[in-house]
């Protein structure tokens, strides 16, 4: 099977959703149709710094992931948060989540960006084995203040 990295594209819709449904779901949480409408508008949005990306093999997406390009106070060039990746779960372990993530850091290369970085649950063992791959635990603890 041949995996390849592209930016998406608005055919991708379809299959974009049910693997935004399933990830979301794997985070405990809902899925929105409001929430995903406004995400899909933004990720083709040229003012707005939220980008996506797919894998496909044989014709079919694979994988997703989300990221977004913003300042930041400690660096002189923009950093890189890759916010959402998710592979569809028949296909874990073959290398898919990898190439996102390559395909990331060789833009982060060619753009000159300070950073790529992106967090998971501490419980997330399978994706933490790929993340390890690239960098050590950062230690940082994540501390969220929802409005409503």
């Known amino acids: 099977m041949t995996t ?3 930016n ?3 055919r991708d819709q379809r299959r974009w959703l049910e693997l935004w449904d399933d990830y979301n779901r794997f985070y405990h ?3 929105s149709d409001e929430i995903s409408r406004h ?3 933004r990720l083709f949005d040229p003012a ?3 980008h996506g990306l797919v894998a496909e093999s044989d014709g079919q ?3 997703i992931a989300h990221y977004l390009i913003h300042d930041s106070t400690s660096k002189l060039t923009p950093v890189c948060y890759l ?3 998710y592979v569809d779960p028949t296909l874990r372990g073959g ?3 990898r190439r996102l993530i390559d395909h990331l850091v060789k833009e982060m290369k060619s753009h000159g960006w300070s950073r790529l970085y992106w967090h998971t649950r501490e419980n997330n063992y399978r994706a933490r084995g790929l993340y390890d791959s690239y960098a050590p635990h950062s230690g940082f603890l994540r501390y969220v203040v929802e409005n409503g």
């Open 95 to 97: 290398g898919i989540g």
């Open 39 to 41: 995400l899909w508008k």
């Open 4 to 6: 390849h990295i592209r």
């Open 48 to 50: 707005v710094p939220v």
């Open 61 to 63: 997406v694979v994988g």
């Open 29 to 31: 949480r809902e899925p």
């Open 83 to 85: 916010q959402d990746l």
């Open 8 to 10: 998406l594209e608005p």
